[in-house]
C-alpha cells in the first residue's frame, strides 16, 4: 500500500509532526510506501491509497487539488483539526468535508502520534477505525487524573472528543479543545457550568471560539443574549 501526505491552506504542522514521528512509525511505514510528500519528496505522484489531507481548501485553485486527491485515493483521511473541523480557522474556514467524501478524521492540533498509529495498524490488519465518542474528561478519569475544571481553571474537557490521551490535562494544562466535540456533547450545558464556576462570557466565548466545535454559533448567540 501506499501513502500520500498532502497541505492545503494551513500552518503545515500536521506535516511536520508526521516528519518527526518517521522514527517512532518506521515499522508500520515498512507496510506503505510514500507516494505523495512534498515536504521530503522531489517527485510526487497519485493514485495513492491513503491520502492523508491537512489544512482547507483557501482558494478555487485547492479546493480542484482536493477534489483531485479524492479522485485518486482510495482512502481518504483529514489529519488534524483544521482538515477535519475547520480547527483554529474557524469560523470562516469549511473544513475538508465540505467539499469531498472523507473516510476518516485524525482530530487535534496536530494530530495525536497514537492515534494515527492506532490508525495505520488498523489498516495494517484490517480492523474498523472510528470516531471515540467520548469526552476528554473520560480519559483523565481512566489516567486517575485531579480535575482542572474544579481547580478552578476553564477546561474544554467536557465536550471534546477524546483521542489524546488527555494530553495536556495529564500535563497540568487545561484542554483547549483542540479536537473538536464529540456527537453528543451538551455545549450549552458546558457553557453553564463555566458561566456558575464564575467565569466572564467573554472568558467563555473565546474559549469556544479557539477551535471550530458542531453548534458553535449558538452557542455563543445563546451566550450574549444571557
Ligand atoms: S491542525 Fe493545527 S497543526 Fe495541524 S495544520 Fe491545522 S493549525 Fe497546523
Ligand atoms: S481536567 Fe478537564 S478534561 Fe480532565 S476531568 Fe477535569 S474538566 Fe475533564
Ligand atoms: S487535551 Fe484538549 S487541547 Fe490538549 S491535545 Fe487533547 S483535545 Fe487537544
Known amino acids: 500500500m501506499n501513502i500520500g501526505i498532502f497541505s492545503l491552506s494551513c500552518c503545515e ?13 518506521l ?23 491513503v491520502a492523508f489531507v491537512e489544512g482547507v481548501p483557501a482558494n478555487e485553485n485547492e479546493v480542484a487539488k482536493l477534489l483531485e486527491i479524492r479522485r485518486n485515493s482510495e482512502i481518504l483521511v483529514a489529519l488534524g483539526s483544521c482538515s477535519a473541523t475547520g480547527g483554529v480557522l474557524a469560523p470562516g474556514a469549511k473544513p475538508v468535508g ?12 496536530p494530530f495525536s502520534r497514537d492515534e494515527l498509529k492506532e490508525f495505520l495498524t488498523s489498516i495494517i490488519i484490517d480492523k474498523a477505525f472510528g470516531k471515540k465518542e467520548y469526552s476528554v474528561c473520560m480519559e483523565c478519569s481512566l489516567l486517575e487524573n485531579g480535575c482542572l475544571l474544579e481547580e478552578g481553571y476553564l477546561c474544554m474537557g467536557p465536550i471534546t472528543v477524546a483521542g489524546c490521551n488527555a494530553l495536556c490535562p495529564s500535563n497540568g494544562k487545561p484542554c483547549l479543545g483542540c479536537r473538536g466535540s464529540y456527537e453528543d456533547a451538551n ?10 464556576k464564575g467565569f466572564s462570557k467573554d472568558e467563555i466565548i473565546d474559549a469556544f471560539s479557539l477551535f471550530s466545535h458542531r453548534d458553535l454559533r449558538e452557542v455563543i448567540e445563546w451566550l450574549k443574549r444571557r
Open 13 to 25: 504542522g500536521c506535516s511536520v509532526e508526521f516528519l518527526n514521528m518517521e522514527e517512532e512509525i
Open 27 to 49: 515499522d508500520i511505514l515498512n507496510h506503505f510506501g510514500i507516494e505523495n510528500f512534498r515536504l521530503v519528496k522531489e517527485v510526487n505522484k497519485l493514485p495513492v491509497d
Open 98 to 109: 465540505h467539499y469531498v467524501d472523507v473516510d476518516h478524521c485524525l482530530y487535534g492540533c
Open 187 to 196: 455545549l450549552k450545558s458546558h457553557a453553564k457550568i463555566l458561566l456558575d
